[in-house]
């Protein structure tokens, strides 16, 4: 991976875990719930290096997270014992080349056509990533959680 990819001070191999799961979180309570998830999640996942994607599709997430192995799988522990969702399901994991959202410290995905967010880490906080535009390797990784997320 290029140093120039990866969040500062990050140099070890990319691992990126790619999961599926059911939401919990009853309707009337979603924006709010998931805006303190979006909220915490950034921060948390900037500290430990770890970038990656969040998509949500009806009542389905579909989750990419990349960085150092054993850190993603960590942060996968906690993930899978969080009361916000069930049936969890790893769909794909591997050692990449490069991080695919190298500078995603998380972005809400959007669904049919809509916009997604990326949001840029910078040293200094997270961003909304104006202008940004989706790269061949993102949009690849994208299609599989959308088509993942909707065959839930």
Do not use: C
């Not at 805006?35 to 950034?42: D, I, K, P, V």
């Not at 809400?108 to 906080?125: F, K, Q, T």
């Amino acid at each position: 991976m290029t140093t120039e990819n990866a969040p500062a001070g990050d140099t070890a191999k990319v691992f990126r875990l790619i999961y599926r799961s059911h939401s919990r979180i009853v309707p009337d309570r979603r924006r709010v719930t998931l805006g303190e998830l979006f909220s915490t999640a950034r921060s948390n996942n900037k500290k430990q290096g770890i970038t990656g994607a969040l998509l949500i599709s009806g009542d389905w997430f579909a989750q990419a997270l990349e960085g150092e192995e054993s850190l993603v799988r960590d942060l996968f522990e906690k993930i899978e014992k969080d009361g916000r969702h069930e049936h969890v399901t790893v769909l794909q994991t591997e050692d990449a080349v490069d991080r695919v959202f190298s500078r995603w410290a998380m972005a809400r995905v959007s669904e049919d056509g809509e916009p997604d967010i990326p949001l840029i880490a910078h040293r200094d906080g997270i961003s909304p990533a104006a202008g940004h535009k989706v790269t061949p390797e993102q949009e690849s990784v994208l299609g599989f959680m959308r088509t993942s997320a909707q065959a839930g």
